[in-house]
């Protein structure tokens, strides 16, 4: 009888999140540049910029670009565990989250926000990782549940990521265990209000207050 052998070892990337204690030493935070706008627009903004009158042009699109932002949001379907019924349930016909101009979608690349509703294994850190990063900027995050906020009950198994803000910078806490979707969509109304100071300011807000 031919013996398998053992199977092979994590991931290098998964010593990240592994054994994790110090919250300073790997909490993630965004960059303060390059989270705007991708780098085209950037280049076709300067090359607007050099013909008369094109300061008035530009501004005028990066005011429908910020309004467009807050008013029409696309979460990536991302669940992970218990959480994930109570998303679900929010973005049912009861709740009705579309009237907000929020739909989910499938692919990373066509959404701005990651609600990472569950528990976050270690396992599961990196393809969490690799979906938020195919998301174009400016993006957002909401961690939702308790789980996903500080590891919830298990938060002293070796297997879970003691918050997600370790793995991804997130921008709304959603407190409970699991939430009902009345708090998710109180935390889709706060991420909106983020988004629209983001548009006034060009900086981002600070993130709500981490609550389990």
């Given at each position: 009888m031919e013996v398998k052998p053992p199977g092979l070892a994590p991931l290098p990337i998964w010593r990240d999140f592994k054994d994790l204690q110090e919250w300073e030493t790997h909490h993630r935070r965004r960059p303060e540049t390059g989270d705007k706008h991708s780098s085209a627009f950037e280049a076709i903004t300067d090359g607007?910029?050099?013909?008369?009158?094109?300061?008035?042009?530009?501004?005028?699109?990066?005011?429908?670009?910020?309004?467009a932002r807050k008013s029409s949001v696309w979460p990536v379907t991302f669940g992970l565990a218990c959480c994930a019924i109570e998303m679900m349930a929010t973005f049912a016909s009861r709740f009705d989250v579309e009237r907000l101009g929020m739909v989910p979608w499938a692919s990373p690349r066509h959404a701005d926000l990651m609600i990472v509703s569950g528990t976050v294994t270690i396992k599961m850190a990196p393809m969490l990782t690799r979906i938020y990063d195919q998301m174009p900027d400016p993006?957002?995050?909401?961690s939702m549940g308790s789980c996903a906020?500080?590891?919830?009950?298990?938060?002293?198994?070796?297997?879970?990521?003691k918050g997600?803000?370790?793995?991804?910078?997130?921008?709304?806490?959603?407190?409970?265990?699991p939430p009902p979707?009345?708090?998710l969509l109180n935390g889709l109304l706060l991420l909106q209000e983020?988004?629209?100071?983001?548009?006034?300011t060009g900086q981002?807000?600070?993130?709500?207050?981490?609550v389990d």
């Open positions: 607007i910029h050099a013909f008369p009158g094109g300061f008035v042009v530009t501004a005028a699109a990066d005011t429908f670009l910020n309004w993006k957002w995050a909401v906020n500080s590891g919830g009950p298990f938060r002293h198994g070796y297997h879970v990521v997600v803000d370790r793995v991804i910078p997130v921008d709304v806490y959603v407190p409970g265990c979707p009345e708090s983020q988004i629209a100071h983001f548009r006034r981002r807000a600070a993130p709500s207050a981490k």
